[in-house]
């Protein structure tokens, strides 16, 4: 059963370029919530979705940050016109249903602005 | 209100001696205190989690208590090992939703 899946690893942009994080989940799992952690800090909840829906955004910036988690395919975490403040590892995790289970964390993308 | 504050922010300990990691709360709607590990390069992984009817819990080496009127946890790992070597964040959630992670300890145990 293979684990929660990220891509890219590591990823490098420049300032003013757009940042994809793609986070697909364990397998019967519903439920996505992004995490950004800094160098040295703990994880910073972003947003929690589930299937075309996104549930709590209270933790991601209004400007230049977006997410989604659609019927098929992975969920999506995008950052436009990235700047260096945006350098962090981001984590999803995944879990079977909202609340009820543990949070399962993949390995993370690492971004690096220039 | 929503913070979960950690200490200490690293700790060294010798080969078989016991690490107290060490957290506060002040939201007592929290209802979910998860304990994760995490090694460099790698995602946390859940190491042991405790639910606030219950004082302590134990899963081996590895050792949560929890005192509900003072709003504090703590995880205590016995017989430290080198291979227990690694960042270690204490959480909180209201019912498994998002959660809210403290600042994470730095554990060295040496050989």
């Known amino acids: 059963n293979a684990g929660v899946m990220q891509n890219p690893r590591h990823l490098v942009r420049r300032r003013g370029q757009e940042a994809r994080l793609r986070c697909s989940p364990m397998k019967g799992h519903s439920h996505v919530y992004w995490y950004r952690q800094l160098p040295e800090e703990g994880l910073k909840f972003m947003v929690y979705l589930q299937k075309e829906n996104i549930i709590d955004e209270s933790g991601m910036p209004k400007e230049r940050f977006s997410a989604e988690f659609p019927k098929e395919g992975p969920s999506i975490l995008r950052i436009q016109q990235v700047v260096r403040g945006d350098s962090a590892a981001y984590f999803c995790?995944?879990?079977?249903?909202?609340?009820?289970?543990?949070?399962?964390f993949g390995p993370g993308t690492r971004l690096t602005v220039l | 209100q929503q913070q979960v504050k950690q200490s200490p922010q690293s700790l060294i300990v010798q080969k078989g001696g016991i690490s107290i990691i060490n957290c506060a709360y002040e939201n007592t709607a929290f209802d979910y205190f998860p304990w994760y590990q995490q090694f460099p390069g790698k995602g946390p992984a859940l190491l042991i989690a405790i639910r606030p009817d219950v004082s302590e819990k134990k899963e081996g080496r590895f050792t949560i208590s929890f005192n509900k009127s003072a709003k504090q946890f703590s995880l205590h790992i016995m017989d430290s090992q080198p291979g227990d070597s690694a960042t270690y964040f204490c959480?909180?959630?209201?019912?498994?939703?998002?959660?809210?992670f403290g600042a994470g300890t730095r554990l060295f145990v040496k050989a």
């Open positions: 959480a909180a959630s209201i019912g498994g939703f998002k959660t809210i």
């Open positions: 995790a995944s879990q079977t249903m909202g609340g009820t289970d543990t949070q399962y």
